[in-house]
């Protein structure tokens, strides 16, 4: 019944976009900030304006199912930094308890103006309830807590109680609920319901500092969910919801969600426009492009040594440096003005011609060292694209024994932060087949013809005399070919260096802090503008 969608992983930066617009849409708060934690349960932070939530994989289900529990929970956070001042940690038993009471209190102020999330949220509680954690399965007091989080919230459990448990469990929900009622009627706030949160832990006979274990809601339902079984929970929850005689039509029109089916399709649409575009091309060379864009980016972007890159090359631009001293030259700007013929002044921006392709080697010996090499790769290249260069970026490594050479950034392409994705997907696995890399690439380079080919590796090629031999083609066709040598100290980067001295390369140079390779890169390509 629900609608196919080929599988996809939305790209983070989409997500981000619509998070923003609707948490400041939904929370009335402009200054919202959403941040994506991965496999952290949602939370709102009022006093810093800050809603967390993790990534669609956090989720069961289909993509598209992930997308609408990810959007429920992006409402509801927005509701608690609407209607709330106090979030608590849920990983103790008085904190949630008091997130559990305020989860419906907000809740029902804000059905009050978003009557359209009354369905989403159906669905939610339907496929919520199949990651829910079966009662008999929880040992100790952290049962309690569960049980009372199911009772209170949908009014069934999942599972049993024994003894006096439900009774404990029952009559604090009916007591918060109570709370929750006259809260709504009497415009109470958060600091009201906490007053009452000591009472509740007592009567549950909980310890207001237990820890409560909390496990993210794919990790519970497992790697499959049964949507036969998902649409039974789903009509569960609409005969105790409408009590109304069109029960199916109505649960088949919860469960397909053609409401935020367009929403959803759009955001695909938009997060593959420029996936993909410039790289399918690329892979009839036998050269790959990851399939999996999940992994964040933004861990690989180190801004402090982004700006030092980008003022080395600013320098270069402008051809000369300003140095504010204690002495020197007094720059009269009045006589200077009045000495031009207009008082006008033009910044121009110069681009320098040259063309750079740039691979890096990402072999497993690079693994210890992998995010400050990444994060020394994304400064170059933002500090190429702040020149206009036009460049491109290949990778190599391991993948299922087979070797690879990864598309980071075609040359039709400008750097973007789709570009840094890619290269945030890439792990470093495998040797260093330098040869058979150069030689997957050679087809596409010879249609690029750059001035420069810059190689960055930390190891020894695999094949000395099959480099060499690759490298006299690359110079042949009129291509400068340049390797850096990147050691883990000044020793392993003298000893990088002296091999790749006769490896045929017409610069040969090595580093040993990652820090100082984009600036290494600045001085080649000074050296071939």
């Known amino acids: 019944m629900a609608a196919k969608i080929a599988p996809t992983i939305m790209r983070n930066d989409i997500l981000l976009d619509i998070a923003t617009f609707l948490g400041r849409r939904w929370s009335g708060n402009e200054k919202v900030a959403i941040i994506l934690v991965p496999d952290r349960m949602p939370t709102a932070k009022p006093d810093k304006s800050q809603i967390q ?6 989720y069961p289900g289909t993509d598209f199912q992930k997308y609408r529990q990810w959007r429920v929970a992006l409402w509801h ?9 106090k979030v608590q940690s849920y990983e103790h038993a008085y904190g949630f308890v008091l997130n559990t009471v305020e989860t419906k209190r907000v809740e029902i102020l804000g059905l009050r103006q978003w009557e359209g999330m009354g369905s989403e949220l159906i669905f939610n509680e339907g496929i919520s309830w199949m990651s829910r954690q079966l009662l008999n399965s ?5 049962k309690i807590a569960e049980a009372f989080s199911q009772y209170f919230l949908t009014g069934y459990l999942k599972g049993e109680l024994f003894g006096a448990e439900f009774d404990r469990v029952k009559g604090a929900s009916d007591y918060a609920n109570e709370i929750v009622q006259e809260a709504i009627e009497n415009n109470y706030g958060t600091d009201w319901i906490e007053q009452h949160i000591p009472k509740l832990v007592k009567m549950l006979e909980l310890d ?3 820890s409560i274990p909390i496990l993210s809601p794919k990790t519970r339902v497992g790697a499959s969910l049964n949507q036969n079984d998902l649409l039974k929970q789903v009509e569960k929850v609409v005969r105790m919801k409408h009590k109304k005689d069109d029960v199916e039509e109505k649960t088949k029109e919860i469960y397909e969600g053609h409401d935020v089916l367009h929403e959803f399709e759009t955001l695909v649409k938009e997060s593959k426009k420029t996936e993909n575009k410039g790289y399918e091309s690329l892979e009839n060379f036998g050269l790959s492009v990851p399939d999996r864009m999940d992994v964040d980016e933004t861990q690989i972007y180190d801004f402090d040594l982004i700006q030092k890159v980008k003022a080395a090359f600013r320098e270069w631009k402008t051809g000369w440096v300003e140095r504010h001293d204690e002495s020197g030259d007094e720059f009269d700007v009045e006589s200077y003005v009045e000495a031009l013929p207009k008082t006008f002044l033009t910044d121009f921006k110069l681009s320098i011609k040259t063309k750079v392709a740039i691979l890096l080697d990402h072999s497993s010996s690079i693994a210890d060292a992998e995010l400050e090499y990444k994060q020394a ?5 933002e500090a190429l694209n702040y020149l206009g260069i036009k460049f491109a970026v290949y990778a190599f490594s391991t993948d299922k024994r087979q070797v690879k050479c990864w598309v980071v950034k075609p040359q039709n392409l400008k750097w973007s932060v789709v570009s840094a994705r890619r290269l945030a997907q890439i792990r470093a696995s495998g040797g260093t087949p330098l040869a058979e ?5 050679q087809p596409v380079l010879k249609s690029f013809k750059p001035d420069v080919f810059v190689t960055l590796t930390d190891g020894e090629p695999s094949d000395f005399d099959a480099v060499r031999s690759m490298v006299l083609s690359y110079r042949k066709a009129g291509i400068k070919m340049v390797a850096i040598g990147v050691g883990r100290n000044v020793n392993d980067a003298v000893g990088i260096g002296h091999n790749l001295k006769y490896l045929n390369y017409e610069r040969a140079i090595s580093v040993s802090r990652l820090q100082d390779m984009p600036k290494k890169v600045i001085k080649l390509l000074q050296q071939s503008s």
């Open 437 to 441: 890399v150069y030689g997957l690439l």
């Open 377 to 381: 790769t994304i400064a170059l290249c």
């Open 77 to 85: 956070e927005s509701m608690r930094m609407r209607h709330s001042t």
């Open 208 to 210: 207001p500092l237990m």
């Open 138 to 142: 929880i040992y100790g007091k952290s």
């Open 53 to 58: 939530l993790p990534a669609l994989n956090y």
